[in-house]
């Protein structure tokens, strides 16, 4: 019986450390190659690992309580029948943070060095801090216990401050301030009328995202109304016969995409980032599709969208969105997106305004297609409408450009043609 070390897998390019959410295995208990055996959570997406070989769980080294670990770092070792995969050799050393740097006397893994920065403490302080691992070294456990130790410290009292002199009254009408109100104090409820639910990884991830995109991105909005009858009559003639000869669903998203594409090819402003003082126009449509999972949102990218007709679309869209809510996407199937388009309609909103996906300048908001009596001429007529919102950055997407885009989808949607 050979025992074979499984590291943490490479999860893209640029991914370098992973969080282990949870262990669906214990040690002692006997898997198969390619059984599922922990989920891993990156800052892009979340993982299930497979097995590297069939055997018997010896030993867990890291544990589940979404504590980090590194690419290439052992995350358990297993007892596999030999011949097995080859010993995978450890690049990190046990310590969970990974490669360790030198910077001043001792020696600091990327984690303890990342929460010092959190945690503002300098180079000279974290040199004082005592460290129980191997000759000295400062470990997680090291820094975590100093930062709750140094944040119980008592505040140094505050020197007195000299009072100002004294300054004469007017003798004209003098303008009194009102005093400053004291803040107002934090509301308490009893224990049993309150539930305190902590955030999962993806809720934070999530959270500290859009956080960021409303700092960084002044957003503006515009809205329109668009008619779908011709897609829509289109679709219902064509969507069993599609899935028959295409081996996938046809659903809505890939006309969208499709009209998405031909207008950022008028409006390549929209297809761009702002990198300092520089706008960075992508020359590729890479379309980032927001997909809803039982516990959060994401965002996988179809690249090169501008190469497909509505049969890849769709496929890459199902396909996508398939693997995303069975966690089988790849770090890098989430990146490198251009623009993105979200779809609440698929809950039965009319409409909704959505948060740009940083770093690009715009995403399409979908309402829900719902028959509308319209009027045409001078007849009232029962048509299939859907309302669009594009959220921009201001910064460099103003609103004649912006909503001239937006009019261009609308167009391309109407205009659509069944024998194309």
């Known amino acids: 019986m050979a025992q074979i070390d499984m590291v943490m897998p490479q999860m893209g390019e640029s991914i370098a450390e992973g969080t282990i959410l949870k262990w669906l295995k214990s040690v002692g208990d006997k898997i198969e190659r390619d059984e599922t055996i922990l989920e891993i959570s990156t800052d892009k997406v979340d993982s299930e690992i497979p ?34 995969a080859p010993e995978a050799k450890p690049a990190a050393p046990a310590e969970s943070g990974g490669e360790v740097a030198r910077e001043g006397k001792r020696f600091y893994s990327p984690l303890v060095r990342e929460i010092a920065k959190q945690e503002n403490i300098s180079m000279a302080e974290l040199e004082a801090v005592p460290g129980t691992g191997e000759n000295g070294r400062v470990t997680k456990k090291d820094i975590l216990a100093y930062v709750e130790q140094r944040q119980g410290k008592p505040a140094a009292p505050a020197k007195p401050t000299p009072a100002p002199a004294p300054v004469a009254a007017p003798t004209s009408t003098a303008v009194r301030t009102a005093p400053a109100a004291p803040p107002a104090a934090p509301v308490v409820y009893a224990q049993d009328r309150v539930e305190i639910v902590p955030m999962d990884n993806m809720r934070r991830r999530i959270a500290e995202h859009m956080v960021m995109s409303k700092q960084t991105s002044p957003h503006v909005y515009s809205v329109s109304m668009c008619d779908m009858t011709k897609i829509v009559n289109y679709r219902e003639r064509a969507k069993n016969k599609f899935e028959q000869n295409e081996g996938t669903k046809l659903t809505y ?19 761009s980032s702002i990198e300092g003082s520089n706008i960075h126009v992508k020359k590729f449509i890479n379309i980032g599709v927001a997909v809803a999972l039982e516990n ?25 969105a398939n693997r995303a809510r069975s966690k089988q996407l790849k770090p890098d199937e989430v990146q490198g997106g ?54 921009y950055d201001h910064r460099i997407i103003d609103g004649s450009y912006g909503g001239q885009f937006l009019q261009r989808v609308v167009e391309n949607l109407e205009a659509f043609e069944s024998g194309k």
């Open 253 to 271: 998203t890939p006309f969208f995409i499709d009209a998405v594409v031909r207008a950022i090819k008028d409006f390549p402003l929209i297809n």
């Open 296 to 320: 959060g949102l994401i965002v996988p990218v179809i690249k090169s969208a501008d190469a497909l007709n509505l049969v890849g679309l769709a496929r890459a869209t199902n396909d996508l």
């Open 338 to 391: 251009t623009f993105s388009i979200t779809n609440m309609g698929s809950f039965g909103n009319l409409f909704g305004i959505p948060v740009i996906n940083q770093p690009q300048v715009a995403i399409l908001g979908i309402g829900a297609i719902r028959k509308t009596p319209v009027v045409i001429g001078e007849g009232i007529a029962i048509r299939d409408m859907v309302y669009l919102s594009l959220s």
């Open 51 to 84: 097995a590297p070989a069939t055997g018997v769980i010896a030993k867990i080294l890291v544990n589940g309580k979404a504590e980090k670990t590194e690419a290439q770092k052992p995350a358990e070792q297993a007892v596999a029948p030999a011949p097995a």
